[in-house]
């Protein structure tokens, strides 16, 4: 390819990420309501079914899923950029569960299903979620006990997940289970027998599915990876890309709350002047916009790792880097903003608090900073040796 073509290219790229940044900022300045997103707090689905309708109608819902089937093709920097406009706004559910559970069937192609389930989903007409975790801290999503029993041409689970990330208002889960072997991934729908679903909420108030498998039947024609064939490769995959996608949006929160504070910091009198005239306060927003900047940086370091082409391993470095840098900024950053608000920022009322819920919940989603750390620390040791 020609460097003309090269730079034309590019070109195109950053308007159409540009484009996608202001339509989403566009959303969050029309849309952002804190006092209907209090209202919604302990609620199902979570999030208010017209906005669903509405990111289905931008093509936000399909930005991941290939034009074959019905979707704009786009990639992880895309996703990542929107959902850290939406993130500004506390308005990116249920689209981190959507683009996880969209990656498992793009890294899944084998299964004959997989092009029906993305089309749907491109249209909005039908959410699957990723039913994976079982146990606190876990990362690892071999490490599961639900079971799969070959019966007939087909399967029968039993078990139980946690942690289900848009269960309420999925019409079917991707759920892993093994047999004595191997691990493989099967589609369920909600209401299939022997399937029952409860609600836990995380720290911000929004549910999250604890599914109960009672010998559930699997047809041979909703196996997505028979275990032993595929395993999990793909929804490992996927988790590392969706584990990038949370930090982008936890960057957002960041964002958002920092200029929240800087506002406050320039407006609020004490001693007769504004507290951001004192010296200690200074220091301390110039280290949120550190940290702010640090997990810029590593998240555009693991959108580059996690480009077509990559190994499994690079991929599942910079990823494991990066959600643990993230979860660990975001946190520092929130409990500083909350510090720096003085009382009010202790307060229900204040915005702060919802956006320290926020960050609360993406700290632990996929895995914690104290799991990737490990996990990055592990990885690099099967690097050296490899």
């Given at each position: 390819?020609?460097?003309?073509?090269?730079?034309?290219?590019?070109?195109?790229?950053?308007?159409?990420?540009?484009?996608?940044?202001?339509?989403?900022?566009?959303?969050?300045?029309?849309?952002?309501?804190?006092?209907?997103?209090?209202?919604?707090?302990?609620?199902?689905?979570?999030?208010?079914?017209?906005?669903?309708?509405?990111?289905?109608?931008?093509?936000?819902?399909?930005?991941?899923?290939?034009?074959?089937?019905?979707?704009?093709?786009?990639?992880?920097?895309?996703?990542?950029?929107?959902?850290?406009?939406?993130?500004?706004?506390?308005?990116?559910?249920?689209?981190?569960?959507?683009?996880?559970?969209?990656?498992?069937?793009?890294?899944?192609?084998?299964?004959?299903?997989?092009?029906?389930?993305?089309?749907?989903?491109?249209?909005?007409?039908?959410?699957?979620?990723?039913?994976?975790?079982?146990?606190?801290?876990?990362?690892?999503?071999?490490?599961?006990?639900?079971?799969?029993?070959?019966?007939?041409?087909?399967?029968?689970?039993?078990?139980?997940?946690?942690?289900?990330?848009?269960?309420?208002?999925?019409?079917?889960?991707?759920?892993?289970?093994?047999?004595?072997?191997?691990?493989?991934?099967?589609?369920?729908?909600?209401?299939?027998?022997?399937?029952?679903?409860?609600?836990e909420w995380r720290a911000d108030q929004t549910p999250?599915?604890?599914?109960?498998?009672?010998?559930?039947?699997?047809?041979?024609?909703?196996?997505?990876?028979?275990?032993?064939?595929?395993?999990?490769?793909?929804?490992?995959?996927?988790?590392?890309?969706?584990?990038?996608?949370?930090?982008a949006e936890m960057l957002g929160v960041m964002e958002a709350s920092l200029q929240m504070t800087l506002a406050?910091?320039?407006?609020?009198?004490?001693?007769?002047?504004?507290?951001?005239?004192?010296?200690?306060?200074?220091?301390?927003?110039?280290?949120?916009?550190?940290?702010?900047?640090?997990?810029?940086?590593?998240?555009?370091?693991?959108?580059?790792?996690?480009?077509?082409?990559?190994?499994?391993?690079?991929?599942?470095?910079?990823?494991?880097?990066?959600?643990?840098?993230?979860?660990?900024?975001?946190?520092?950053?929130?409990?500083?903003?909350?510090?720096?608000?003085?009382?009010?920022?202790?307060?229900?009322?204040?915005?702060?608090?919802?956006?320290?819920?926020?960050?609360?919940?993406?700290?632990?989603?996929?895995?914690?900073?104290?799991?990737?750390?490990?996990?990055?620390?592990?990885?690099?040791?099967?690097?050296?040796?490899?």
């Amino acid at each position: 390819m020609s460097t003309q073509a090269s730079s034309t290219m590019a070109d195109s790229d950053a308007e159409q990420l540009t484009m996608l940044r202001e339509s989403a900022m566009d959303v969050v300045q029309r849309g952002a309501n804190m006092k209907h997103l209090r209202e919604r707090r302990g609620t199902l689905p979570g999030y208010d079914p017209a906005y669903l309708q509405q990111m289905a109608e931008l093509g936000w819902l399909g930005l991941l899923v290939p034009e074959a089937h019905g979707g704009l093709g786009l990639g992880l920097t895309e996703m990542a950029a929107l959902l850290q406009e939406l993130g500004k706004g506390l308005m990116a559910d249920p689209l981190p569960a959507v683009a996880l559970a969209t990656r498992v069937l793009v890294h899944c192609p084998q299964w004959a299903g997989a092009g029906g389930h993305l089309a749907a989903l491109a249209r909005g007409e039908a959410l699957p979620a990723v039913a994976w975790q079982e146990g606190l801290g876990g990362i690892d999503p071999a490490a599961i006990s639900t079971a799969a029993k070959p019966e007939g041409t087909g399967w029968r689970l039993s078990g139980r997940k946690r942690f289900v990330v848009g269960a309420a208002g999925a019409a079917g889960f991707i759920v892993s289970a093994r047999n004595a072997d191997a691990c493989g991934l099967f589609w369920i729908s909600k209401d299939a027998p022997g399937l029952s679903l409860e609600h836990e909420w995380r720290a911000d108030q929004t549910p999250i599915g604890v599914l109960a498998l009672d010998g559930v039947a699997v047809a041979a024609a909703d196996v997505i990876s028979a275990p032993g064939v595929h395993g999990l490769q793909g929804l490992q995959r996927a988790i590392d890309e969706a584990a990038v996608l949370a930090s982008a949006e936890m960057l957002g929160v960041m964002e958002a709350s920092l200029q929240m504070t800087l506002a406050y910091l320039r407006t609020r009198v004490q001693f007769g002047q504004p507290i951001g005239s004192f010296q200690a306060l200074q220091h301390k927003a110039a280290d949120l916009y550190v940290q702010q900047e640090l997990v810029r940086a590593v998240l555009q370091d693991a959108l580059r790792g996690l480009a077509p082409g990559q190994d499994a391993l690079t991929a599942a470095s910079v990823a494991s880097r990066c959600k643990a840098r993230a979860s660990d900024a975001g946190l520092r950053t929130l409990r500083e903003v909350i510090q720096l608000h003085g009382a009010i920022g202790y307060t229900d009322e204040h915005d702060a608090g919802l956006y320290l819920k926020r960050a609360l919940a993406l700290s632990a989603w996929l895995g914690n900073a104290s799991a990737h750390r490990a996990r990055f620390a592990a990885l690099q040791e099967q690097s050296a040796t490899s």
